[in-house]
């Protein structure tokens, strides 16, 4: 494992570990976040612990045209249950994904600094957010990088309050992406929820050209 430094770089993917941890340290910077997601590589880490930086093999992935919608689903969009915007409500995303209670996970990796660094990355058109809105009350949504001179979404997290609200976030973003002919949507890690919308593990080194 490479400890970073003030220098805005990061060791080579293959020098990650089993799990895919590859670096520590180092800080949220605008420019080290840019640099770390335009080559792959993204933080992930505890309150309780130092930055931790990760490039996972193999690499959960969605490619655009092969997006599953359930018959569900796909009523459920057709009837407008609910009312999907982008970057309406983006503090208010994140907020959300940071105090949902999720199976498993007592404390959560969206800390105040991330935040903060997501927000400056939002404020600069670089960071999107998609919400779902149920009566007027935001009731899930999604955040996540967009590098739109790659064409790929890196996706960070989502949140439900009711019943297929983050499907319907998802889902939506997609087709939008699908319309821009982008090549993926980063999922980073296997997500059984992701797997039954057509996501799919692929070897580090096939995402890696897709950032090329």
Known sequence: M??????????NHSEADGDGLL????????????????????????????????????????????????????TILKRE?????????????I?????TKRKGQDDTWITKDMTEAYTKLHDLG????????????????LYGIDLKDKKVFCGESMFSKVSNASKAAFI????????KDYKL???????????????KEIPRKDFLTYLK
């Not at 490479?2 to 990061?10: A, E, G, N, Q, Y």
């Not at 990760?54 to 959960?60: F, I, L, N, V």
């Not at 249950?81 to 309406?88: A, G, L, S």
């Not at 960071?127 to 949504?141: F, K, R």
Request: with cysteine.
């Open 2 to 11: 490479v400890l970073l430094t003030d220098k805005i770089s990061f060791p």
């Open 23 to 74: 670096a520590i340290g180092g800080d949220l910077s605008t420019e080290r976040l840019k640099h770390a997601y335009s080559t792959g590589i993204f933080p992930w880490f505890n309150a309780d612990e130092p930055l931790l930086w990760w490039s996972p093999d193999p690499r959960m992935v969605l490619i655009p045209k092969e997006l599953r919608i359930s018959k569900s689903m796909k």
């Open 95 to 99: 907020h959300n994904c940071a105090h």
């Open 185 to 199: 949507i980063d999922c980073q890690v296997h997500n059984n929820h992701l797997e039954s919308l057509g996501a």
């Open 126 to 141: 670089i960071a999107t957010s998609v919400e779902v809105w149920q009566d007027n009350c935001l009731v899930g949504g």
């Open 172 to 179: 939506t973003l997609v087709e939008s992406l699908k319309i």
């Open 81 to 93: 249950y609910f009312q999907i915007t982008f970057n309406k409500a983006f503090k208010q995303v």
